[in-house]
């Protein structure tokens, strides 16, 4: 079973940045994509942007410009840096990642708080 911790949550003035980090138990070489999701008080969780195999990104339009995923695959790590934050990016922010072969699996992890608020 994949574990995937999130780590660097926390709160933070609009405006400001945060980095958010998810380690994986397995050599994250061997997923197809890893990714970040979201979910924000009373809303249905969403796509904050993703990260394939083969290196090309996808973000949400939400995002695009202020957030950047990255690999460090020496760490086994993923992480999302994010500036500019605006209270409607508070959330409880989750890592997720995928192999698709021999059968398509889907994990995630516990999910990390990050508030913006002044």
């Known amino acids: 079973q994949v574990q995937l911790v999130e780590s660097g949550g926390g709160l933070v003035q609009p405006g400001g940045s945060l980095r958010l980090s998810c380690a994986a138990s397995?050599?994250?070489?061997?997923?197809?994509?890893m990714g970040w999701y979201r979910q924000g008080p009373g809303k249905q969780r969403e796509l904050v942007g993703s990260i394939f195999s083969a290196g090309s990104r996808v973000y949400a339009d939400s995002v695009k410009g202020r957030f950047t995923i990255s690999k460090d695959s020496a760490k086994n790590t993923i992480n999302l840096q994010m500036s500019g934050l605006k209270p409607d990016d508070t959330a409880v922010y989750y890592c997720?990642?995928?192999?698709?072969?021999?059968?398509?699996?889907?994990?995630w992890g516990q999910g990390t708080q990050v508030t913006v608020s002044s």
């Open positions: 397995e050599n994250i070489g061997s997923f197809n994509v």
């Open positions: 997720k990642t995928e192999r698709w072969s021999p059968t398509r699996r889907t994990y």
